[in-house]
C-alpha cells in the first residue's frame, strides 16, 4: 500500500500544497507586479537537501525542528496564495493553477519526513507533535482550499479551459485543482464552509489519536509466557526472538509474543497449546475495544463516522461512501457493492466447506472440538501439508531477506525493465536497519534512491507501505526518492534471516508501488507516480507480486539457506497449485473488512449521530458483520473496527475504500493473464506496462489506463478463477456511470 492514501502521511499538509518541492521561480507565470511579502525561509527543512538526489540528512535533523518547520511552511503557503489572489491580472494557467501547484515546497519537504518517521520510528515526542500539529495543518489546508477568492480564480480558469491550449497533463491538472477544491468546499455557503473547516479540524485530531492508541494497544498486548514449555511448536529461531522482546520489555526469563496489526496473527499455526492460541487471538481481536485492557478506541471511531456523515450531508450526499468517491475509478458505492456482492454466495459456501475439511482435521487427530479462529491456519496449514505434501516451515528455509530483495525483486525489475541497483552505505538513515540503493535505468542513468526498512520494532506502526521522501517532476528536475516499509520478524542474533512465503510476496507488493513511483514521468508532482485514486493505486503492486513465483526468478533468488539448492521445482508447483486452497479465510477476511469499511460509511447523519456509545458501537458492527452474509464467527474480518487503522487513523484514508483492495485484485487477475497470454517475463512485456501504465500517474482516465495495457476492459472472471469462485450465475456490472468503464462481467459463483 502507499502512503499518499493512510495515516503516515497528513491528509491536511498535502492538500493542494502537493507535498511540492520548489524552486527559485516560484511564482513564474504570475503577471509583474510588487508580491506581498513572503517570509524568508531558515532552518534544515527552508531548502532542498544537499545530499544525493534530495535525500533527507538524518543527521542534521532534530525533534524540535519539526514544529518551527511546519509553522513557517504553513507562513510561507499563505503568502504564497495571497500572492496569486492578489494579483492584479487576469487568472490564467500558469498565474493560477501552476503558481499553486509551486506552493507550499517547505511544507511539502517537512511533512514527508515527519509522517515517515512517526509511521516508522516514531516517539513520544514525535506523536506529541504530530497531536498538536495535525489540527494546525487541517486548518490551513481548508484556508486555501476554501479561499473564496482563490477559488474565482480557479474557476475563471476552469470555465475557459475549452478555449486553451493545453497538455493532456495541463488538463488533468487542472480538471483536479477544480474538483479538489470544489470537493472540499469551495460552492458551499460560508457558514456550510466554517463548519466544514470545524469538523476537518476535528477529524484531524481524533483519527491522530485512533492512530497513535491502536498502536500503542498492538504495543501493549504482547502475550507474555512463563513456562517455555507452552511454546511448543514454535522454532528455535522464534523462541529466541520471543526471550529477547521480553528481555527488552523489563522481563528476563519469560517469551513475549508481539501482536501484528491484523485480527490473524502469524504464530499460531506453530503452536500446539489450543489455551495459548486462544488467548493470543482474543488479545488480537480484542485491542482497543475496552476488554483486554490495552485501550478502547470505540468513542473515538464513533464520533469519526458521525463528523463524516455530517460532512457529507452538507454536500448534499446521502452518506460518506458516496462523497468520497467521487474521484475512484468505481464512482460509486453501488459499484463497489455489486462487485463484492457477486462474491459473496461463493465465499461462504466455501467457508463453510473449509470449515468441514478442518473439523475432519481435528478430529482425525483425537480433538474434541470445532475449529474455531484460532484454530483455523494450524490446521489449514495440516490439511494443505497434506493434500498439496507442503510444508510451511520448510519452504521458508529457502527465502533469505537479502536475497529475495536483490536477487528476486530487484533481478525480476531488471528482467522487466533493463533497472540496475547498487547498495550504499553512505547517506544518513533513520535507523540502523534501514538500507539504501540507488537504481539506474534501463540506458544506466540514476533514476532514483531507495530505502528499505524491513523489520517489525515498537516504533513502527503495522502493516506495509511505501512513500516518496521526494517526489519526481520535470518541473523541479526532482528524480524519486521511495521508501519501502515492511513489519518482518527480526531473526535473534546469530540466526539466518528467513522470510515466510507470505513476506516475499509483500515484498513484491511494496516493490511495484515503488516502481509506480520511480517511473513517474509527469511534469507536475500532485499528478505524478503513485498519485491515484485509491482504487487503481494497488493495481501496479499487485501484479508484481506475480514474479515472486516465475520459475526464472525463482531460480535466481530462492536459495536453501544452508545448501545453497535452488527451491525445486515440484515445491513451487505445490505452492502454486495450493493458491487456491484456503480462500474461505484468506480472501474472506479482506472481503468481511471492506464490507465493514462500507456499513460505517453509508449511514446517514442521523444514523451515524445515533451510534454515540461504546455498546452502541459494538451493536452495530455485530450487526454489520452479521449482514455481509458470510461465516464470521468462523472468520472474523482482517480488522476489526477498533483498530482498523486504513479508514480511522486519517481523515479520509482508505474510508470508503478497503474495497479497493478487491477491485484492484481483478485489474491485477486480468493484467496476469495478459502477461502470461503474451510470454511472461519480458522485456517487451515490461516496456509496455510501463508505458501504458506505470509511468503514467494520475494523468488520465483509469479505465482508458487499464484498454491501452491490456487491450480490453477490466474483466473478473480471471480474479473468480484466481480465487476458486467459479460456477453459477451471479451477475455484476461494473460498468462505470459516464460509459467509459469496465465491461458488463458475468461472474459465476459455486
Not at 479538489?180 to 485530531?205: D, F, Y
Not at 502475550?223 to 522481563?251: C, N, P, R
Amino acid at each position: 500500500m502507499t502512503t499518499r492514501f493512510l495515516a503516515a502521511v497528513s491528509l491536511a499538509s498535502l492538500s493542494l500544497a502537493g507535498c511540492t518541492t520548489m524552486n527559485d521561480d516560484a511564482m513564474a507565470g504570475a503577471s509583474p507586479m510588487a508580491a506581498p511579502d513572503i517570509p524568508q525561509a531558515t532552518g534544515y527543512f527552508a531548502a532542498d537537501s544537499t545530499l544525493p538526489f534530495h535525500a533527507p540528512d538524518f543527521t542534521k535533523i532534530s525533534e524540535d525542528d519539526y514544529i518551527p518547520a511546519f509553522e513557517q511552511g504553513m507562513a510561507i503557503q499563505r503568502a504564497e496564495v495571497k500572492a496569486i489572489t492578489s494579483n492584479p491580472a487576469a487568472p490564467t494557467f500558469d498565474n493560477t493553477i501552476v503558481a499553486l501547484e509551486k506552493s507550499g515546497a517547505e511544507l511539502g519537504r517537512v511533512s514527508r519526513v515527519f509522517y515517515a518517521l512517526t509511521g516508522s520510528n516514531t516517539t513520544d515526542r514525535l506523536d506529541a507533535i504530530d497531536e498538536e500539529i495535525s489540527p494546525k495543518l487541517s486548518a490551513h489546508s481548508d484556508a486555501i482550499s476554501l479561499d473564496p477568492e482563490l477559488f474565482a480564480r480557479v474557476q475563471a480558469v476552469y470555465d475557459n479551459r475549452a478555449a486553451m491550449s493545453m497538455t493532456p497533463e495541463d488538463a488533468a491538472l487542472l480538471e483536479d485543482t477544480y474538483e479538489s477544491m470544489v470537493h472540499a468546499g469551495a460552492k458551499l455557503t460560508p457558514e456550510q464552509r466554517e463548519r466544514v473547516k470545524a469538523i476537518n479540524t476535528e477529524l484531524s485530531t481524533i483519527t491522530t489519536q485512533f492512530g497513535q492508541q491502536v498502536r500503542d494497544a498492538t504495543v501493549d498486548g504482547a502475550i507474555f509466557v512463563t513456562d517455555k514449555a507452552m511454546l511448543a511448536g514454535m522454532s528455535d529461531a522464534d523462541i529466541a526472538s520471543a526471550a529477547k522482546l521480553a528481555q527488552e520489555k523489563g522481563k528476563p526469563g519469560q517469551w513475549a509474543i508481539a501482536l501484528q496489526n491484523t485480527t490473524q496473527q502469524p504464530v499460531l499455526p506453530s503452536l500446539e497449546n489450543r489455551a495459548l492460541r486462544e488467548k493470543i487471538f482474543n488479545a488480537s481481536i480484542h485491542r482497543a475495544d475496552g476488554v483486554a485492557g490495552t485501550g478502547d478506541t470505540r468513542a473515538l471511531l464513533a464520533k469519526i463516522a458521525a463528523l463524516r456523515a455530517e460532512k457529507a450531508a452538507l454536500f448534499g450526499e446521502p452518506d460518506w461512501a458516496s462523497y468520497a468517491m467521487y474521484d475512484r475509478m468505481a464512482k460509486n458505492p453501488k459499484t463497489a457493492l455489486d462487485f463484492i456482492g457477486q462474491m459473496v454466495p461463493a465465499l461462504a459456501a466455501t467457508q463453510r466447506s473449509d470449515a468441514a475439511a478442518l473439523n475432519a482435521q481435528i478430529k482425525a487427530e483425537g480433538g474434541n472440538f470445532d475449529v474455531k479462529p484460532w484454530d483455523w491456519y494450524r490446521y489449514a496449514n495440516k490439511v494443505k501439508a497434506e493434500r498439496y505434501d507442503l510444508d510451511e516451515d520448510k519452504v521458508m528455509e529457502y527465502f533469505q531477506i537479502q536475497k529475495v530483495l536483490e536477487d528476486g525483486v530487484f533481478y525480476a525489475a531488471n528482467q522487466l525493465y533493463g533497472l540496475s541497483f547498487k547498495r550504499r552505505t553512505d547517506l544518513p538513515v533513520y535507523h540502523p536497519d534501514v538500507w539504501t540503493y540507488t537504481v539506474y535505468d534501463r540506458d544506466g542513468s540514476e533514476l532514483g534512491l531507495f530505502y528499505f526498512d524491513p523489520y517489525q520494532r515498537p516504533s513502527k506502526r503495522g502493516g506495509a507501505w511505501m512513500s516518496n521522501f521526494v517526489e519526481q517532476s520535470h518541473r523541479t528536475g526532482n528524480k524519486p526518492v521511495i521508501y519501502n516499509v515492511l513489519n518482518i520478524p527480526k531473526a535473534a542474533d546469530g540466526q539466518p534471516q528467513l522470510v515466510s512465503f507470505d513476506n516475499v510476496n509483500t515484498m513484491f507488493h511494496e516493490f511495484g508501488h515503488a516502481l509506480h513511483g520511480f517511473f513517474a514521468d509527469q511534469k507536475y508532482e500532485s499528478l505524478s507516480g503513485t498519485a491515484t485514486a485509491r482504487d487503481f493505486v494497488e493495481y501496479p503492486s499487485q501484479v508484481n507480486e506475480m514474479w515472486a513465483t516465475d520459475p526464472k526468478v525463482l531460480a535466481n533468488y530462492a536459495k536453501h539457506y544452508k545448501t545453497g539448492e535452488t527451491i525445486p521445482a515440484a515445491m513451487i508447483d505445490k505452492i502454486e497449485e495450493s493458491g487456491k486452497f484456503n480462500q474461505g479465510y484468506d480472501f474472506g477476511e479482506t472481503v468481511e473488512a471492506a464490507l465493514l469499511d462500507m456499513k460505517w460509511h453509508a449511514l446517514s447523519a442521523q444514523e451515524a449521530a445515533a451510534i454515540d456509545t461504546p455498546a452502541e458501537v459494538d451493536a452495530f458492527e455485530k450487526k454489520a458483520l452479521a449482514e455481509t452474509g458470510l461465516e464470521v464467527g468462523l472468520v472474523p474480518p482482517r480488522y476489526r473496527s477498533t483498530y482498523f487503522n486504513h479508514v480511522f487513523s486519517d481523515p479520509t484514508g482508505y474510508s470508503a475504500g478497503y474495497y479497493s483492495y478487491l477491485w484492484t485484485q481483478m485489474l491485477d487477475h486480468d493484467s496476469r493473464k495478459w502477461f502470461r497470454d503474451n510470454g511472461g517475463l519480458t522485456r517487451k512485456n515490461g516496456d509496455h506496462f510501463r508505458a501504458t501504465v506505470l509511468s503514467r500517474g494520475g494523468t488520465m482516465d483509469y479505465f482508458k489506463m487499464f484498454n491501452n495495457f491490456a487491450g480490453h476492459d477490466p474483466q473478473i472472471e480471471p480474479l473468480l478463477e484466481a480465487r476458486g469462485l467459479t460456477g453459477g450465475d451471479a451477475s455484476a456490472d461494473t460498468t462505470s456511470d459516464d460509459g467509459a468503464g469496465a465491461s458488463k462481467v458475468t461472474g459465476t459463483t459455486e
